[in-house]
């Protein structure tokens, strides 16, 4: 099994760049299928989840090619409806396949993404905005088989602003006849830069960012070229890691304005940052006070930061409150920070961390992605050699991390 060895100790310094947004660059491969034009995305990840979706479209009729950060993609007809199983079940997110196969199609068959280590997430809201639109949808076998003989436009309120839910309608309404009203909408930054890229491709979406998306349906779209916005998550992983090991970096490709809750809950924990021309400087000298966070939909502190924040919080001066509202299992990186010494408490949906010198080296094990950006933070400042395994969670959502690190001095080793 391939690990990342990991000798803590050395602060961050130098330039790293961030890569475009995984969660964004995901759902918009997957609009890509609305068009029968060639598409063209620039700044899309080479990571596993990114390879896994181009292969998922692939199956459906689209060619796919990657030239370094761009992806060529052409869908001239979809000839298939089935999401293959097995890649659905790899990754859920193929479920955002659904809304721009039905708008196309009519029809799509795919399996019910399973759950994973963070939690069961389900997918009923998807099938409730689907079925607002007159989609008809039944299990079969495991699959589910959602057709429509032409989708017409709705107003839809969200029990709660789910992201791949508000994306999945965002993208069936895109070619439904007449207008949709999402209310109770998902506003991340990921959701604008889908709305962007189908308005790229002719469509008419506004109000995305807001909690209220307003959708004319189109009956066809032209090609475009689409540049990727970054990934907020990415910089803020690096951002705690600098701060974490007392380091001075300048993080390139990053738009401050997403980060906005990371930022405030850093400057409170007493870390100076400066906004640049192109990007954000970080000097991480000192002791941190400890604070407390609480998970929520944008624009609060967004949960997939919820792990490295912790990791960055056990060597703060004091004891901080860490509260997950939106997966109901992601605390699997708290036995991992146990191992190497970390103080934390877990009460319900709340995590007490107790803020100590220094972490000691350990062997642990990635469980999640974020998880693993936890694990890796940990390590950097960690006394002595730590091994990480499962770092193929970490691939799926962080693009070239021990290249990336190295330039910044780590000491890090991929072991295949
Ligand atoms: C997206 O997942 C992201 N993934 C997640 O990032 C992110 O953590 C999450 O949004 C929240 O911001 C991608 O964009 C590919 P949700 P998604 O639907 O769309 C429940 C990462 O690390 N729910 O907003 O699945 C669900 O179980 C990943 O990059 C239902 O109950 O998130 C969860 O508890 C992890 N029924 C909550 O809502 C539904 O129909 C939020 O889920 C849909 C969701």
Same mark, same amino acid.
């Given at each position: ?8 100790? #050395? ?24 068009? +029968? ?17 181009? #292969? ?21 007809? @979809? ?38 280590? !963070? +939690? ?70 990921? @959701? ?14 506004? +109000?995305?960012?807001?909690? @209220? ?51 405030? #809950? ?12 192109? +990007? ?12 407390? !966070? ?81 694990? @890796? ?40």
């Amino acid at each position: 099994m391939s690990m990342l060895t990991i000798t803590g100790g #050395k602060p961050l310094e130098g330039t790293i760049i961030v890569s475009g947004a995984k969660n964004a660059v995901l759902p918009i491969i997957a609009a890509s299928l609305l068009c +029968g034009e060639p598409i063209q995305l620039e700044d899309a990840p080479d990571l596993l989840d990114v390879n896994v979706m181009s #292969k998922v479209i692939s199956a459906l009729g689209a060619t796919v090619e990657r030239d370094g950060s761009t992806l060529k993609i052409h869908t001239r007809e @979809i000839d298939c409806i089935e999401a293959p199983y097995d890649l659905v079940t790899q990754m859920r997110a193929s479920i955002v396949t659904m809304g721009p196969l039905l708008a196309r199609r009519g029809h799509v068959r795919i399996s019910h993404p399973g759950g994973c280590a !963070i +939690g069961s997430r389900p997918i009923n809201w998807h099938l409730k905005g689907l079925e607002a639109l007159g989609a008809e949808i039944k299990m079969d076998h495991g699959f589910l088989d959602v057709s429509s003989k032409g989708l017409k436009g709705a107003r839809i309120y969200m029990d709660y602003p789910s992201v791949g839910a508000t994306e999945n309608i965002m993208m069936a309404a895109a070619m439904a006849k007449g207008t949709t009203l999402i209310e109770n909408a998902a506003q991340e930054p990921e @959701i604008v830069d889908l709305a962007t890229f189908i308005n790229e491709m002719g469509g008419k979406v506004r +109000g995305a960012g807001t909690s @209220i998306i307003h959708i004319e349906g189109v009956r066809e779209f032209h090609g475009t070229t689409h540049t990727v916005i970054p990934d907020r998550i990415e910089a803020g992983s690096y951002l705690l890691m600098v701060a974490a090991t007392g380091g001075d970096v300048l993080v390139q490709n990053v738009i401050a304005d997403h980060l906005k809750p990371l930022i405030a #809950k850093m400057e409170e924990a007493g870390i100076r940052m400066m906004e640049e021309d192109d +990007g954000i400087r970080i000097s991480g000298k000192g002791v941190y006070n400890a604070v407390d !966070i609480k998970t929520q939909v944008h624009p609060g502190f967004p949960t997939d930061l919820q792990a490295p924040f912790m990791a960055f919080l056990t060597r703060s001066n004091g004891t901080g409150l860490i509260t997950e509202t939106v997966f109901e299992n992601r605390f699997m990186h708290v036995d991992e920070l146990k191992r190497m010494g970390a103080d934390i408490k877990i009460e319900g949906r709340s995590a007490i961390v107790q803020g100590i010198q220094r972490l000691n080296a350990a062997p642990v094990t990635a469980t999640d992605l974020r998880a693993g950006a936890a694990l @890796i933070l940990a390590a950097l400042t960690a006394e002595g050699t730590t091994c990480i395994r499962g770092i193929h969670h970490i691939d799926r959502g962080y693009e070239q991390v021990e290249k990336k690190l190295s330039q910044l001095g780590a000491n890090i080793i991929r072991d295949e």
